[in-house]
Each structure stands twice: as C-alpha cells, then as structure tokens.
C-alpha cells in the first residue's frame, strides 16, 4: 500500500476517534485523546521518514544515472581510441 491510500485510511480512522470522544464516558475521555494524541503523532512522524526516503532514494537514483552516463561516455572514448568499431556485449 501507497501512503496517500494510507492516508485515506488513517484519516478515516482519526474521524472515527474523534467522534468515539463524542460519545466517551468523561472518565475515558483523556485515555481515548491520549491515545490518539500518540497515534497522530506516530502517524506524522511516519510521514516525516518516508519524505526523507524518498529525497534519499531520489538522490541516489540520479547520481546512479550520472555514474552510468559517465561510464558510458568513458566505454566510447577508449573504444573510439583502441580501434574498436562495436561490441556486443555492451548496449550503448
């Protein structure tokens, strides 16, 4: 599952909480807010370390494909300085 179908869920569950707080018993009242007090906080926190993946990965993907690029350019020269016309093993 994807976090925005996750969101949709948990927002969900967050009015479901809310509405539970409506309807609580006053001595339950501060667990249940409590409790969703942490679980939002969770939530958010979850949130956070998947933006901070995400720039992560990004990042690595792009220097990836700097690195491939460069190497490839790099296969050319020195195919084009040895002499070599085509190889069939590498796909340029």
Avoid: Y
Avoid at 16 to 36: C, F, M, Y
Avoid at 57 to 83: A, I, M, P, Q, T
Wanted: net charge positive.
């Amino acid at each position: 599952m994807d976090f925005v179908t996750l969101s949709s869920k948990f927002n969900g569950l967050n009015s479901t909480g809310k509405g539970l707080l409506k309807e609580a018993d006053d001595n339950l009242v501060p667990t249940l807010k409590a409790r969703i007090f942490k679980l939002n906080s969770h939530w958010n926190e979850t949130l956070k370390k998947a933006k901070e993946q995400n720039v992560f990965l990004k990042e690595g993907l792009e220097k990836s494909k700097n690195v491939s690029l460069r190497f490839k350019l790099c296969c050319k020269v020195l195919f084009w300085v040895l002499g070599i016309r085509s190889v069939k093993f590498l796909m340029f």
